[in-house]
């Protein structure tokens, strides 16, 4: 039977987010020579994009207490980017004292999240960010934008493609071209990851995109097999499938990074990541954590590793 190929690409870039969106829902808060152990291991494995931690109140987010901490101590390798989540000027100027280039701004495409949590609108937001935008230009630093909620919202449901564009417009403004579109509660489907992506890339080619998925519904990897056929070629993940965000209601864990590397290699697309040793970061994030990971390749394995068992016990026949 002829089918018509697919023009899949070669290679895809996946960041790891497990330092911040991984660990900051979470009860057990690794010490910080552990996350500094977990940075070399993700730095090990062949990552090149790695969000490092947030620096908000530590009240806000506990978990995140130690990012200038850990941003001073760890190694820096040349070749790998790494940035932190910042919510506003004091955290830019945080992330600029702390050594790092790079700062992500965040804010929700959601109406309704936003008033809920912040008492504002994500238009206003954006324009508050126009002081962020002019300390990194002075001090040679490149910010990025995420837009929460893209897909859905447990405010206000499906959230209109007119509500993203309000905050990619007002991003563009300040001169922000990386912006993520994230899942935050995993209420994305692949028809609508399709539909939004293509119309973002289509749109707004001057913008680089990033895709955020979480994976509270199992259909993370779905939309993300859909994303690629969209356009997009770059992804978050966090190791051990850990996260979750504290100011969204419902909103559990992202797509574990050692899944999205199997099934794209599977694929024959290229992540430049080693899975073996991504599967290992994952074991001691869970290790730290002090519960399993939601990793269905490391509960199941490699499909390499099903064909050489079966091969094993032939020969042993």
Not at 42 to 52: D, L, P, R, T
Not at 58 to 87: F, N, S
Not at 196 to 223: C, S
Not at 257 to 286: F, P, Y
Request: aromatic residues 6%.
């Amino acid at each position: 039977m002829s089918v018509p190929a697919m023009a899949w690409p070669e290679r895809v870039t996946l960041c790891e987010v497990g330092l911040r969106d991984g660990l900051q829902n979470e009860k057990t808060i690794p010490a910080l020579e552990q996350k500094l152990q977990l940075l070399d291991a993700v730095v090990a494995s062949g990552v090149k994009v790695i969000e490092v931690g947030a620096f908000v109140h530590p009240r806000a987010v506990p978990q995140m207490a130690d990012t200038d901490a850990l941003c001073r101590a760890m190694k820096k390798l040349d070749g790998v980017e790494y940035r932190a989540l910042v919510p506003n000027l004091k955290g830019v100027q945080r992330a600029f004292d702390a050594g790092l280039v790079k700062a992500k701004l965040t804010v929700s495409a959601s109406e309704a999240h936003c008033l809920a949590n912040f008492n504002s609108s994500p238009v206003k937001m954006v324009e508050g960010f126009a002081d962020c935008a002019e300390f990194a230009a002075q001090n040679g630093m490149t910010l990025s934008g995420a837009i929460s909620t893209s897909f859905g919202c447990p405010f206000q449901g499906r959230v209109p493609v007119e509500q993203v564009e309000n905050v990619v417009d007002g991003f563009i403004r300040l001169g922000v071209t990386e912006l993520s579109l994230s899942d935050t509660t995993g209420m994305a489907n692949p028809r609508q990851v399709y539909e939004l992506g293509a119309h973002m890339i289509e749109k707004y080619p001057q913008v680089r995109w990033v895709m955020h998925f979480h994976n509270t519904r199992d259909m993370a990897l779905a939309n993300i097999v859909t994303a690629i056929q969209a356009g997009v070629r770059a992804f978050d993940g966090a190791f051990a499938g850990l996260g979750g965000c504290p100011f969204a209601p419902g909103a559990t864990g992202n797509v574990a990074s050692e899944d999205v590397i199997h099934m794209l290699h599977e694929m024959g697309i290229d992540t430049g990541i080693d899975l073996l040793k991504a599967m290992d970061t994952a074991r001691l994030a869970a290790e730290f954590v002090g519960h399993p990971a939601n990793s269905a390749v490391l509960k199941a394995g490699r499909c390499a590793d099903l064909v050489k068992e079966k091969a094993k016990g032939q020969d042993q026949r």
